[in-house]
């Protein structure tokens, strides 16, 4: 049953939607392309020299992020294909024996009736986004990272990449494979009138330098309050480094009103399709509205060249049962480490085995720890985490990762875990790097005492809230009329994912300020609104 337009027929019993969002060429002998993302530094290639490539399984040369869908003549196929980390996302769905391809996530899910997954909506709130290739709704699925797909006959679905396993080799050798890598990196990832996001961490700081050094003249941004470690630290640095650096203060946000705040989460969330949390991220396309940049270059990805989870969960030396309970209610976990007070206990039955299912999986392992745990890191967490955010902010300014760039990936390798710890690799690099430049004077962090931080953990064991100016902003959203028509109880279209009795109580304290808002009520508004958007598509939950 159809609902919605099917969109542009590409093959047989083939079609894509949303194609618009994408850049299209056309060559003279018939082949297609339709391009997502980033463009590659050699240019968005042509539907004939791309085919090539895929044929011969050389997709993983380009820098992510990106996706494509590409018509070859008639012997050649139908293809859907996506970036090595999977940083631009591409959805598919199957309808009868039609197949669906696209960048929007509602377009797929508005075409015939459709259920929201109990599971994804379940890993919204814990996780941050849907995981697994799951999305909000059960036909419509994320094609995987490095993935290649031929949607005609016959149907085969091909991965072109995966991390190679670790050959570590003298830490010298890894510092100057390492540093050659991103050299390069950068020098591709540039394009005139972008802009470096530059923060207080050591990646952006990473990225800034290999500009330098390449002789580059990069400018950079930083959004966040005036008196924010990033936007101070990012300000020292760019003077003392005598680059350009435009701030944008993020104060301004309390002037907009209610309704102002709806549209842009409202934006967001058909951005993104609901993968992520929108009170988290709405106000993403304000901000690329201040920026006077034709891009954003980010130094997201040099957690991985630091041993993220590996050394978090005590570096292979912790016994399981801890190394375990780290990932299933700690970083992995960054949303909601227990279920939120006001869902419904079939929703928590269900998704709770979901989630430990795919975290144990990464636990499966003792001698090669450290390769599992940079694997999830790259093809899981990025790809949910980054892929979203950068998928929706990606129609508004292009984004671009020098450290997840091919070469630089390919180092990861060749670096000793041991050398990783207390974050070697990037200070020694920056170290050398930084060379004859001047001295970069940063702002110190207070340090806060351990008992206050176990207090907030404890605090938020129910679902982690917003803090200060970001509780004022969420709140902002919630004010809103598209927020509080979505929030009315009777009307809810999802509401059986929730104990009413409980989240009247959770909303009322909320609205009146007796409470901080929740990123579990951010998780539910967007699974909410995500239910009107595909109109009468939608036909309730798969619980």
Request: hydrophobic residues 40%.
């Amino acid at each position: 049953m159809s609902i919605g337009n099917v969109g542009k027929k590409i093959g047989e019993q083939v079609y894509i939607t949303g194609e618009t969002i994408g850049i299209h060429k056309a060559d003279n002998k018939g082949r297609q392309i339709w391009w997502f993302g980033s463009d590659p530094s050699e240019g968005i290639p042509s539907p004939g020299a791309f085919i090539k490539d895929l044929q011969a399984k050389r997709l993983r040369k380009i820098a992510p992020p990106w996706a494509a869908v590409t018509v070859g003549k008639k012997d050649e196929g139908v293809w859907a294909c996506t970036d090595a980390i999977g940083l631009q996302h591409l959805f598919l769905r199957k309808v009868g024996k039609d197949t669906i391809v696209g960048p929007d996530v509602f377009k797929l899910a508005a075409h015939a009736p459709v259920y929201i997954d109990s599971i994804g909506a379940y890993e919204l709130f814990c996780m941050g986004n849907p995981q697994g290739g799951r999305t909000l709704f059960s036909d419509v699925r994320l094609i995987p990272p490095a993935t290649q797909i031929r949607l005609d006959t016959p149907y085969t679905v091909d991965t072109y990449w995966s991390l190679p396993q670790p050959s570590p080799g003298h830490p010298e050798h890894a510092i100057k494979t390492f540093i050659d890598a991103l050299i390069k990196a950068v020098t591709r990832s540039w394009r005139p009138g972008c802009a470096l996001e530059l923060t207080g961490g050591r990646d952006s700081m990473l990225n800034l330098l290999a500009y330098l050094k390449a002789g580059i003249p990069v400018k950079t941004w930083t959004h966040g309050l005036k008196g924010n470690f990033d936007m101070v630290a990012a300000r020292a640095r760019a003077k003392s480094l005598g680059v350009p650096h435009q701030p944008i203060f993020t104060e301004r946000l309390e002037k907009l009103s209610p309704f102002e705040a709806g549209n842009l989460a409202i934006n967001f969330l058909n951005a993104s399709g609901g993968q992520a949390n929108i009170l988290e991220y709405w106000h993403l396309r304000w901000i690329l509205q201040q920026l006077k940049a034709t891009g954003s270059i980010s130094g997201v990805g040099g957690e991985v060249f630091r041993g993220f989870y590996y050394e978090w969960t005590g570096r292979g030396v912790l016994p399981k049962y801890i190394t375990e309970l780290m990932l299933l209610r700690g970083k992995a976990r960054h949303s909601m480490p227990f279920p939120a007070s006001f869902l419904d206990k079939r929703f928590i039955q269900l998704g709770e085995p979901a989630v430990h299912d795919e975290l144990r999986q990464l636990l499966e392992y003792r001698k090669t720890s450290c390769h599992s745990l940079d694997a999830y890191y790259l093809a899981k967490r990025m790809h949910h985490f980054c892929g979203t955010t950068w998928s929706a902010t990606g129609r508004w300014r292009p984004v671009r990762a020098p450290l997840f760039d091919p070469d630089v990936i390919d180092c990861l390798s060749l670096v000793p875990i041991e050398f990783r710890f207390h974050s070697r690799l990037v200070d020694e690099v920056t170290r050398r790097l930084l060379g004859d430049l001047p001295s970069v004077s940063l702002p110190k962090l207070q340090k806060t005492r351990r008992i206050v931080r176990l207090y907030r953990k404890v605090r938020n064991a129910r679902g982690a809230v917003f803090r200060n100016f970001q509780n004022v902003t969420a709140r902002l959203v919630l004010n809103s009329p598209q927020a509080l028509v979505a929030l009315a109880l009777d009307d809810m279209r999802t509401g059986c994912l929730y104990n009413r009795s409980v989240l009247k109580r959770h909303i009322a304290k909320t609205t009146v300020g007796r409470q901080a808002v929740s990123m579990p009520l951010g998780a539910l508004l967007t699974i909410e609104l995500a239910a009107r958007a595909v109109g009468d598509a939608f036909r309730g939950i798969d619980i």
